[in-house]
């Protein structure tokens, strides 16, 4: 358990800036972690393993992109319980995203509003703090999420994503592909499917020629969007299935703002994550396991404020969940209570 309880902490941050805050949480994880002052924030790890996509997740929770962009904290974020981590998106090239302010929180729905648009220090800064963390070699599992820069056009996306793919791939255990932030334009646009089509077929093409280099097959994933109808999703799916791509993470964040009309901010532009998304993403997840059947892996990712929200993603499809938006309202205490919950479900 840590040593300070996170309701003392929240007040605090919370009269922040939420990006000020958000900084100053992981400058404070990167100084603390592997050092006796992890006890500040470290829980308790609650052991549920579970192969997926050839890969044994030692729990069912994992921690979604977006939070550590640099992968600067990792073994920090890992000392809350985490059975995996997922850090990015990176970027090839370094860019500073969005102007600001690009972060706002909506503490009446337990959601956050965000306009970040990949925001990172680039492929080099990003794998050389990768390399320096210590998380893999406990046997947890490390997920490395890639996009494109913002300057560059759609139609040269993949080779981005090709150049990205390369960078990582030998200090991930799976790679995700995000091609559904919508905070870089046009990015959405790569779910449809000639677009994704493509882009797989070249991911696949040069994963191939990667394992073969490296000695390793690592599995690849894909993140879709909540903004989705059952027609797209079902595309999806068969395109996945198509290019033998090895996991699904369901899903992102929101344009909809019916959840939280009326309230402050709620008009910003940027993607919507926290609560509101929980029964959107339950709704994909639903969709995707109808489509890709029942061994096809799939993360669950979106509205996860407690452990019944985490069971709701295991009853809708997903095999494994992760969380973001809750850990800002909830704390670290939400891993435990959330690997608990999944560790004490029939299934």
């Known amino acids: 358990m840590s040593l300070i309880p996170y309701c003392l902490t929240r007040p605090v941050l919370f009269r922040m800036d939420p990006e000020e805050a958000h900084e100053l949480t992981l400058s404070g994880l990167a100084r603390t972690q592997n050092t006796p002052l992890d006890r500040l924030y470290r829980q308790p790890f609650v052991a549920q393993p579970i192969t997926l996509a050839g890969l044994q997740f030692p729990n069912r929770v994992g921690l979604a992109a977006g939070l550590d962009k640099n992968a600067r904290c990792i073994d920090g974020l890992g000392a809350m319980g985490f059975g995996f981590v997922e850090v990015?998106?990176?970027?090839?090239?370094?860019?500073?995203?969005?102007?600001?302010?690009?972060?706002?929180?909506?503490p009446e729905a337990n959601a956050l509003i965000n306009r970040l648009g990949f925001n990172n220090d680039g492929l080099d800064a990003f794998i050389a703090n990768v390399k320096r963390s210590k998380f893999r070699q406990q046997g947890r599992l490390l997920g490395l999420n890639i996009g494109k820069n913002a300057?560059?056009?759609?139609?040269?996306?993949?080779?981005?994503?090709?150049?990205?793919?390369?960078?990582?791939?030998?200090?991930a255990d799976y790679v995700t592909v995000n091609i559904s932030s919508p905070n870089t334009k046009n990015l959405r646009a790569l779910q449809s499917d000639e677009a994704l089509d493509g882009l797989l077929g070249a991911l696949v093409a040069r994963r191939e020629e990667l394992a073969a280099e490296h000695g390793r097959r690592v599995p690849m994933f894909l993140?879709?969007?909540p903004d989705l109808d059952e027609t797209q999703v079902g595309v999806i799916a068969a395109t996945l299935q198509k290019h033998g791509m090895d996991g699904v993470i369901a899903t992102n964040t929101t344009l909809a703002r019916d959840a939280v009309s009326g309230l402050a901010h709620a008009e910003e532009m940027g993607g919507l994550s926290g609560s509101p998304v929980l029964k959107g993403s339950n709704r994909?997840?639903?969709?995707?396991?109808?489509?890709?059947?029942?061994?096809?892996?799939?993360?669950?990712?979106?509205?996860?404020?407690?452990?019944?929200?985490?069971?709701?993603?295991?009853?809708?499809?997903?095999?494994?969940?992760?969380?973001?938006?809750?850990?800002i309202y909830k704390g670290p205490a939400l891993v435990t209570e959330v690997a608990s919950a999944l560790q004490q479900m029939k299934r």
């Open 284 to 327: 994909v997840i639903h969709q995707l396991r109808a489509a890709l059947g029942k061994d096809f892996p799939i993360i669950g990712v979106g509205g996860i404020l407690s452990g019944h929200d985490a069971i709701s993603k295991i009853e809708a499809g997903a095999d494994v969940v992760q969380i973001y938006t809750g850990l």
């Open 88 to 106: 990015g998106t990176v970027t090839p090239k370094a860019q500073p995203g969005n102007p600001k302010p690009r972060m706002f929180r909506l």
């Open 223 to 225: 993140k879709i969007a």
């Open 151 to 171: 300057a560059t056009p759609i139609e040269n996306a993949t080779d981005d994503y090709l150049i990205a793919l390369a960078g990582v791939y030998p200090h």
